[in-house]
T-cell receptor
Framework: EAGVTQFPSHSVIEKGQTVTLRCDPISGHDNLYWYRRVMGKEIKFLLHFVKESKQDESGMPNNRFLAERTGGTYSTLKVQPAELEDSGVYFC??????????????FGPGTRLTVL | AQTVTQSQPEMSVQEAETVTLSCTYDTSENNYYLFWYKQPPSRQMILVIRQEAYKQQNATENRFSVNFQKAAKSFSLKISDSQLGDTAMYFCAFFQGAQKLVFGQGTRLTINP
C-alpha cells in the first residue's frame, strides 16, 4: 500500500513568489493534516480536513496560506506571496476516520520550502 | 493550551546501550493519547509507540518502551539494546479530542558504533 506522498520534495523560491505544495494521502483516509516545522523548532499544526471540509484551520499563520482538498482526495497548500519566515518543512499526514480513537497519523516525507 | 516539552535537544550513546528520552506535557484533560514518532535522516516520520492515558500499563513495542507517569505528566521513551538504525529525530506528541497532534521540539539521537 502506498504511503502519504508529497510534491515537491524541495522548493526554493524568492520572496513574493507563489508556491503550491501537494499532498496525496493514503487511499481511504478521510483525515488529512498539514503541519510545519520551522528550523530547529517544534512541528506545528496548520489545519485539518475531514474529507473535503476544513475541520480546523486554527494553525494557519495568515491569509497568505490557502489549503484545499478537492473531492476529498489530494490536498494543496498554496503560499501567496511567500515571505522569508515561511521557510521550513511542510508535512502532510493522513489517518482513518475513527471516532474516539487516537488514530495513528501517517506522515509524508515533507516538502522543504526555502524562501530567499 | 496543551504543550509538550522535550528538554534534551541532542543525545548520543554507544550501540547496544540503553537510552531514555524525556518528555513532559501539560493538559487539563483526563483522556488523551501520547505518541513517540521517529524521523530517520532523510526519511519519513513513523510512529514508534502509543500510550492511551486511561491505561495504567506502560506501552511496549519490542525494544521500545515508555514510562508513563500521568500525575507527573511525564512520558519518557526507553530504547533498549540500541542499534545504528535508531539514529533519528524523536518527537514526543500529544493527541486529544481536537484531532491534532501537539509536538515537542524533538531530540536528535545518535547511536555510535
Amino acid at each position: 500500500e502506498a504511503g502519504v506522498t508529497q510534491f515537491p520534495s524541495h522548493s526554493v523560491i524568492e520572496k513574493g513568489q507563489t508556491v503550491t505544495l501537494r499532498c496525496d494521502p493514503i487511499s481511504g483516509h478521510d483525515n488529512l493534516y498539514w503541519y510545519r516545522r520551522v528550523m530547529g523548532k517544534e512541528i506545528k499544526f496548520l489545519l485539518h480536513f475531514v474529507k473535503e471540509s476544513k475541520q480546523d484551520e486554527s494553525g494557519m499563520p495568515n491569509n497568505r496560506f490557502l489549503a484545499e482538498r478537492t473531492g476529498g482526495t489530494y490536498s494543496t497548500l498554496k503560499v501567496q506571496p511567500a515571505e522569508l519566515e515561511d521557510s521550513g518543512v511542510y508535512f502532510c499526514a493522513s489517518s482513518q476516520l475513527l471516532a474516539g480513537v487516537g488514530n495513528e497519523q501517517f506522515f509524508g516525507p515533507g516538502t522543504r520550502l526555502t524562501v530567499l | 493550551a496543551q504543550t509538550v516539552t522535550q528538554s534534551q535537544p541532542e543525545m548520543s550513546v554507544q550501540e547496544a546501550e540503553t537510552v531514555t528520552l524525556s518528555c513532559t506535557y501539560d493538559t487539563s484533560e483526563n483522556n488523551y493519547y501520547l505518541f513517540w514518532y521517529k524521523q530517520p535522516p532523510s526519511r519519513q516520520m513513523i510512529l514508534v509507540i502509543r500510550q492511551e492515558a486511561y491505561k495504567q500499563q506502560n506501552a511496549t513495542e519490542n525494544r521500545f518502551s515508555v514510562n508513563f507517569q500521568k500525575a507527573a505528566k511525564s512520558f519518557s521513551l526507553k530504547i533498549s539494546d540500541s542499534q545504528l538504525g535508531d539514529t533519528a529525530m524523536y518527537f514526543c506528541a500529544f493527541f486529544q479530542g481536537a484531532q491534532k497532534l501537539v509536538f515537542g521540539q524533538g531530540t536528535r539521537l545518535t547511536i555510535n558504533p
